[in-house]
């Protein structure tokens, strides 16, 4: 494939935005669906694969992850491409020439992203990395200025995957639609449709406040020891950053959280060991008694990398974490912890490693079966402080932290 710098596809998508260039009618969603489907039953009949007319076979491959990225398989329905979004989408793009720029140059860009981070384009990247693209793009509110054309991009090409999907017989199927039936109580859309469409209410999105910074990394005011009034003498500022170097008291925020949104980076050194508490109360001897844990930890040396319940990203003890997102020793992790009512989510470097419900039957089995059944009070406040694990031995430096209310 040519490649396409990044200034020919700013370029493009200049010309022709996005947002407007990619607009279309229900009457022209409805024929170009109608298109794909004789055109997939025809490529069936005959054996041989569907030809596009418009995406050269680089682009069409390309979308055709992009789409299934969106709207995947799951137990209920097939994926995007089982649906035939992506002929849907090429149809959409013949005689359409404002739309095709800005397709092309849309793209482009994301191939660019890729290049410029990973060395290699959206396609030959893996799957975390074309996650880690996704997330900076996925969301306008947080998504940094420079972004913002592929942001723009992103945002018509999402719904342009969800039309071509809930208007094939597969996403009508999906919807589970009955007709004219009587509710009695609307409670708004399904959790698990928001969840799959990764969209949430905009009066919820509304309602989180501003961030705030916990550590700029000139000031421990925020900060004090576990039951202590001062920050235990282990930790230290040192390169805009907050170390350790040794074994030394747990350090915890002076204020207190209950449906919070955290983001933090943190680079461990070899075998190192540490955790992020949350909702974390004073009432026993130690933190670790109350609050559940985001454990981090070298996964490669660290004698608690036995299972993957104690591995970096795991709610320690209780959820486990995937492996394969966690950077070597020495590079920065980025870390984000969503707590909302008992909903709670950990991610790592822009992957979503897991997800529970605080005080589900799920929940309730895996803390009597942990070490943490001793203590009746773990994981019950639903209002605590943020707490970093500073007892075991190696360096461990955070920066970047900060947290909003939602």
């Known amino acids: 494939m040519k490649t396409i710098t990044r200034r020919t596809a700013l370029k493009l998508l200049a010309t022709t935005p996005a947002a407007a260039a990619m607009a279309w009618t229900p009457a022209e969603a409805q024929q170009a669906h109608e298109h794909a489907e004789q055109s997939r039953r025809s490529a069936a009949q005959r054996g041989a694969p569907y030809k596009p007319k418009f995406f050269n076979p680089h682009e069409y491959a390309t979308v055709a992850v992009l789409v299934d990225l969106i709207i995947p398989r799951d137990e209920r ?14 149809f959409m793009m ?44 996925a969301f306008p509110a947080r998504a940094p200025e420079p972004l913002s054309q592929a942001v723009t991009f992103f945002g018509s090409f999402r719904d342009l995957t969800a039309s071509g999907f809930w208007t094939s017989r597969m996403g009508v199927a999906d919807l589970q639609y009955q007709g004219n039936t009587f509710v009695r109580e609307w409670n708004g859309c399904p959790p698990e449709t928001l969840a799959k469409l990764n969209v949430a209410y905009a009066a919820a999105a509304q309602s989180a406040k501003p961030w705030r910074t916990l550590f700029d990394g000139k000031s421990l005011d925020a900060w004090r020891g576990y039951r202590s009034t001062t920050v235990p003498s282990g930790w230290r500022i040192a390169g805009g950053t907050l170390a350790k170097d040794a074994p030394t008291g747990d350090i915890m925020t ?58 970096a990203g795991a709610a320690y003890g209780l959820y486990p974490s995937p492996a394969g997102h966690l950077k070597p020793v020495g590079q920065w992790n980025s870390t984000r912890i969503v707590a909302a009512g008992a909903h709670v989510e950990h991610w790592l470097n822009g992957v979503k490693l897991l997800q529970y419900e605080l005080g589900s039957p799920d929940w309730e089995a895996k803390v009597k079966a942990s070490k943490f059944a001793v203590w009746p009070n773990f994981g019950r406040s639903r209002r605590g402080h943020i707490a970093m694990q500073g007892d075991h031995a190696g360096t461990l430096a955070f920066r970047n932290i900060r947290i909003r209310e939602i």
């Open 77 to 90: 329905s097939g994926s995007a491409t089982d649906a035939g979004v992506p002929e849907f989408m090429d």
């Open 254 to 311: 002076k204020d207190q959280f209950d449906d919070f949104e955290l983001e933090l980076e943190w680079q461990i050194g070899d075998a190192g060991n540490s955790g992020i508490f949350y909702r974390g109360t004073e009432e026993y001897d130690h933190i670790y008694w109350s609050a559940p844990e985001y454990q981090l930890l070298d996964d490669i040396n660290a004698a608690d990398n036995k299972t993957r319940l104690t591995c």
């Open 94 to 137: 013949i005689d359409g020439p404002r739309r095709q720029t800005a397709m092309r140059g849309g793209l482009a860009l994301i191939d660019h992203l890729c290049e410029q981070r990973f060395d290699k384009t959206f396609l030959e990247s893996s799957d975390a990395e074309r996650r880690r693209i996704l997330d900076d793009i």
